[in-house]
């Protein structure tokens, strides 16, 4: 690509991901987090 040919994709900017996030469904249970967390301690012994 040459420096004065356009981007082929427009820059993402943070106003994307919040727009984006208003559409965002949770994909992680609170069981699962549970489950991490324990994990996660368990790896800290």
Do not use: C, G
Request: proline letters at 7%; a negative charge; charged letters at 40%.
């Amino acid at each position: 690509m040459d420096s004065d040919e356009p981007a082929p994709v427009p820059e993402i900017r943070h106003d994307h991901f919040d727009e984006a996030m208003k559409f965002a469904r949770r994909s992680v249970s609170d069981e699962d987090i549970s489950e991490y967390e324990i994990f996660a301690t368990k790896l800290q012994q």
